[in-house]
């Protein structure tokens, strides 16, 4: 374990080292590379660039923060993120390799420059150091206060200053020196607090007091977007990814609402079908509309995919519908159909009927081939719906031209052939 204070003593030796531009060596440093060599003479490997160097360790804040402690500012407001790092001292001090023209030097956190580019601190794992006995004391105290009574609501600084509104209220606590029950208080009564729901605000204050988690868990949300959307079958753009994961991160979206919104992007894909959990849906609703009879297009097939996926309406529902549509498509079998029957199986014998007589496999023949339609579609003499009986489906089968080429239709002539001639005694 590498004690922080010795840390920051072996940063002091470099002080006056010229800044060099990607420079990590006693010939010249950029900031991210003071800290990398100067950690790893103590056997602690950093990653090389100050954007990752905040990955690492636990976030601490400034009134917490202990010689060894590794400190991050945002001084290039055109790019997002931390730019420039340095290490803590002790009394509110921290040595950075600040520019070519200052290179290795000492500043205070204190200074107005870097108070306003504040972004956070972080503690290395293996490093120990004691409580600074100079924190909030001697120059850095005046400053330091609104660093301190910011953190006593679990924010930081950096949060402040995005807030123009808590801004303000915060350096009225500092010349006032309010209490932080009264802090506290006027932050509840604020309208940023009023507009935002609890998730809102936690991720605002996080994304600005600690980047790093703040980062890492919207990367996880992205992971978990981009899996959600291919178990449903959902093809997201990079956009609503990103839309996602806020969502998740930001407003505490539960599993209906993530649904709801992956749902909307289950589109077709290759060869127009689907994918994931909607494609399963899918295939669930053409089964159960071959079983009941009922034609469905593939638009109706994919908006009812995506109902399902997005939990406004279930399978149970849609079964229900098709079934009724199956009862006043082929209302002689209504009551049945409302019984529970599917219509493929009450037209099995017309079904049978066709294979045999016109020689061809069953599986090409269902309620939907036209014979078998309309004769389930037929009405009495009463003009009451009611089945073709099947020695009249039989006959009406065998007066297709396609009936006199099969093996059915020649034994049948022969047989006929040879009655005629036996009855004229012409055979026995």
Sequence with gaps: MARGEDIASLARQYLGSQYVWGGESPGGFDCSGLVAYVYGKHGIQLPRTTYNQIMVGASVSPDKLRPGDLVFFDTDRTKKGPDHVGIYLGGGKFIHASNPGQG????????????????????????????????????????????????????????????????????????????????????????????????????????????????????????????????????????????????????????????????????????????????????????EAYKNGVAVTKQSVLNNAQYVVRGLTTMEKIQASLREQSAGLYPAFAEQIKAGADIQDLAQPYIQTVATELGVPETDVSVFSPKVKAALNRANAQGQPEAMNLNDFTQLVRNDPAWRKTQSAQDKTMAVGRQVLADMGLVH
């Design 104 to 287: 290795v030097k000492i500043s205070s956190l204190a200074d107005s420059y870097y108070m306003d580019r504040w972004m956070g601190g972080r503690r290395v794992p293996g490093v120990s150091a004691s409580p600074d006995p100079n924190a909030l004391t001697g120059e850095a105290a005046p400053q330091l206060d609104a660093h301190e009574l910011a953190e006593t609501y679990g924010m930081s600084y950096a949060f402040f200053k995005s807030q123009p509104e808590l801004f303000k209220m915060l350096k009225s606590a500092v010349s006032g020196q309010w209490t932080p029950d009264k802090f506290q208080a006027e932050i509840k009564n604020s309208s940023w607090w009023k507009k935002n729901s609890e998730t809102v605000r936690q991720a605002q204050v996080l994304q600005k007091t600690d980047p790093a988690t703040y980062k890492a868990q919207m990367e996880a949300a992205r992971v978990a977007a981009r899996k959600l959307a291919v178990q449903a079958g959902a093809m997201l753009s990079d956009k609503a990814v990103e839309k996602l994961a806020k969502g998740m991160v930001w407003f505490g979206w539960q599993d209906a609402q993530i649904q709801n919104y992956v749902g909307q992007y289950i589109k077709f894909q290759d060869h127009e079908v689907l994918g994931g959990m909607a494609g399963q849906v899918a295939q669930a609703i053409k089964n």
